[in-house]
């Protein structure tokens, strides 16, 4: 019988093939492989219609935010900084690690020294069968040396338990398992986003509405319908410092922060806070609030009704929420 990558694609979704994804609701992982970034650099994606490589986004200054690891790029060959890099499954151990806002002393302890993360999901079944697309069965970050498979056989073979292994590991797992969750999918220099692209992946509406605000309106008619909210928590690990909700109306901000004391429990949740306003078409005014206590609620009141504003709140520097509010009665609808 002839293989072709659609048949395994099938195999694995139909529970034909041996994986370690056990839970019914993450199946869908099989359906789609996967880009990770941080939210400015989706704008730029998305704006660009190009998902480009690291050498390629930074010679065309693409690059708006580097949320890699300092770490993990010094001990990945170069050659493979010329490609387009996707991951097959999302949840993978670089994600677990950079995945959310952390405080400098979080960034410390931390192994990657590194944070982002909104997922694009492509259409897999489409890039396989490219002629310039080429796979791994481990991640390209190994210092090992690497086998690139480009065939319907090869990717038949790939070690799908390790790959979408989706439970704990002891420590002889973890030097078998871990490099596989990182399999990757590569393209060389520049992959056209509108001829793959399915869905865009956040992980709380607050989230959702600083993309949207983020976007042109043009972007909005073209994009708006991808995006989608992980309310079950299949693609994210949610474990540090992220802004769940923000509702804005006309005489106050209120707004519910997950926070994060993941491994530093007995250090509270402390980092400059900067809030950015700018009412109707006034000038962008900012308030630094210094190694602010993180709540998780909090209510901002006016002193008098504001029908048009937009807010954006910075933790560290780093863009964490941006928000526009237009009273319904000045709305153009």
Known sequence: MTISFDHTL????????????????RKFWYRYCYHFSHVKNIISILEDGRLLSRNKAILE????????SEKI??????LYKNYVRLYFRPKTPTQYHNEGFKTEKQLAISQLNAQCSIPIFLDIHKLLTHPDTSFTDRSLALSAPHKIYSTPEEFNNLPFKKIYHDGALNEAEKREIIGHRQAEIIFPESLPIEDYLKKIIVRTP???????????????RK???????????????SRWTYFNNVHLAENYIQFNL???????????TQFDLKISFKQSDLE??????????AVQKLKLN??????????????????MYYGRYQSEANSPY
């Open 258 to 268: 997950n926070i994060s004391q993941y491994q530093t429990p007995s250090i509270p």
């Open 284 to 293: 962008w005014k900012s308030q630094v609030y210094k190694n602010w206590l």
């Open 73 to 78: 790029i010094e001990q990945t060959d170069s």
């Open 223 to 237: 994009y708006e319908d991808y995006i989608q909210i992980d309310s079950s928590k299949n693609v994210f690990f």
């Open 61 to 68: 200054n693409k690059m708006s935010q580097d949320n890699a």
């Open 302 to 319: 006016f002193k008098d009704s504001i029908d048009n504003y937009e807010v954006a709140f910075h933790f560290n520097d780093q863009l």
């Open 206 to 220: 607050a989230e959702k509405e600083t993309l949207l605000t983020l976007m042109s309106d043009e972007l909005k």
């Open 10 to 25: 099938d195999k694995l979704e139909l529970g034909e093939m041996g994986t370690n994804i056990h839970k019914t609701s």
